[in-house]
């Protein structure tokens, strides 16, 4: 929490203080999907952190952009990120009350369900296209993450087996994996990170529609302790938006 006082104390300081030379100032929302996934490093690889591939979620938020030149504007931004990602088919899983490093396997499905709520500062860079209304831009700056929740939902039916060939069956047939757990307690609340993006806007008397691609990824290994090994969280995104200038 103190870290988070501190950021927005930062921000807000910074864009009073170059506030009071800007030209303008817009206000706009913007909504689209993210694509994230979580990728481990290779000194912390095990069954369990490893195999993700991508989830779809949505992504979403409100900015203010404070332009300082036709040239460069800054924009801070409250954004609702979905992160994590999700296995499909043969797994590795720790049993119930079993040691850490104890792995079985099983086909099923499982997703990290991560949601967080983000607050990246973004420098903006933009070009007009001579007499055009369109307008190219590029951005990128750091945020903070606030875990806003966190669940692992898995789903399916398998036989369990020993081997992560999957071809030593333990006795007993199969066994059902439908289950959503609240894992936030085992997550960390903050992240910080880098995000960026490439777009196109449209200009039209004090609107402005924009699309725009991009993503961002979080410095900071999200577990609190090793027995699930340690991932770092990141998302492609692809967003439309809409911004009017006050």
Known sequence: MKKLIFYLSFSISTLLFFNADAQNVALGIRGGISIPNLSAGSNNENPLNTGYSSRLGPDAGIFAEFKFSDLFSLQPMIEYSSQGGKKDGLQA???PGAPPSTYLYANYNST?????LMLPVLAKFGWNFKSSPLRFYVDAGPFLGLLVSAHQVTSGSSDVYVDPAGTQAEPGGAQS???TDNIKDQLHTFNVGLEGNVGLAYKFKKSCIFIEGGGNYGFLNIQKGTANGKNNTGAGTAA?????LL
């Open 93 to 95: 899983f720790t049993p």
């Open 112 to 116: 990290a369900k991560l949601n967080y």
């Open 177 to 179: 994996f439908n289950n």
């Open 240 to 244: 439309i938006g809409y911004s009017f």
